[in-house]
């Protein structure tokens, strides 16, 4: 018995030991030293590293959830799909589909983009509360990940752990948006699909190709505006994380200046 506790006891020291060793290199490599003035501790690491999340999906969020916030900024301004936007063009480039085009599509097309942005516009104010939770559950590992991570590392760190969520929370608004009537007492949705097997009709009997169509397929229009939506805000907050980490300025409060200046 007495020797079975020996070398329980051995082996519980070179696992401290080495223990020991672990948590003064990771000190080491993150220049982490409660006892000396200047340096950081864990528990200044995920403030500072929470504060910058904060301020980064606040002025995101604050930023695109406003009228015109998605509709009047190019950067995430979002457009009829891809694919309907290609078809667009097509009818466009020829005398007869350009005429079609600007008699019965052209207004529609742009009410259509105006619903998108709106539906974005309405949703994106529920993605507080979501980020809120992430940036609470934060641990001492991924603070250390983040601080020594890219410019966006912070907001991938909040995309991975909370798209699935502001998917489920964006889209019930953005269907909401997208099903109110816009022009003729149809919605987005409505003209969206009738648009699109309206033209898959044209290209099936356009047999000579005068109008040199190729078919599209229709998407689930709520989910793709739910997706931009979300691409184009955590967009905005990557760019805040990356004016924190390069600029003094943008440290808005001491916890801030201290993490980053250090990162």
């Known amino acids: 018995m007495k020797k079975l ?6 082996i519980f020291c070179i696992l401290l030991f080495n223990a020991c060793e672990v948590l003064q290199q990771v000190a080491k490599d993150y220049d982490l030293d409660s006892s000396q003035s200047g340096k950081l501790t864990e528990r200044e690491v995920i403030k500072g590293l929470k504060s910058a999340l904060e301020v980064g999906t606040k002025a995101g969020v604050d930023q695109l959830a406003t009228t015109n916030g998605f509709l009047k900024d190019e950067a995430v301004k979002i457009f009829l799909p891809a694919e309907l936007e290609s078809a667009i063009l097509q009818l466009k480039s020829t005398t007869a589909g350009k005429k079609i085009y600007d008699e019965l599509i052209k207004s529609i097309e742009a ?3 105006v619903s998108l942005n709106r539906a974005a516009e309405k949703a994106v104010v ?6 809120v939770n992430a940036i609470s559950s934060m641990t001492v590992q991924d603070g250390f990940t983040i601080l020594k991570g890219s410019d966006n590392a912070a907001t991938n760190y909040l995309r991975n752990n909370t798209f699935n969520q502001l998917v489920t929370a964006f889209k019930p608004d953005i269907k909401d948006v997208l099903d109110d009537p816009i022009v003729y007492d149809k919605s987005s949705e409505q003209l969206y699909s009738i648009f699109v097997k309206t033209y898959n009709e044209v290209e099936r009997k356009d047999l000579i190709n005068v109008l040199k169509l190729s078919p599209i397929k229709e998407k689930d229009l709520a989910s793709f505006v ?5 691409d184009g805000m955590f967009q905005k907050v990557a760019l805040k994380e990356k004016d924190i980490r390069e600029n003094p300025a943008a440290r808005i409060n ?6 980053f200046a250090q990162q």
């Open 5 to 10: 506790s020996l070398i329980l006891s051995t």
């Open 111 to 113: 009410d259509m983009i």
């Open 126 to 131: 529920k993605a507080k509360p979501i980020f």
């Open 226 to 230: 739910t997706e931009r939506a979300l």
């Open 254 to 259: 001491d916890i801030l200046k201290k993490v």
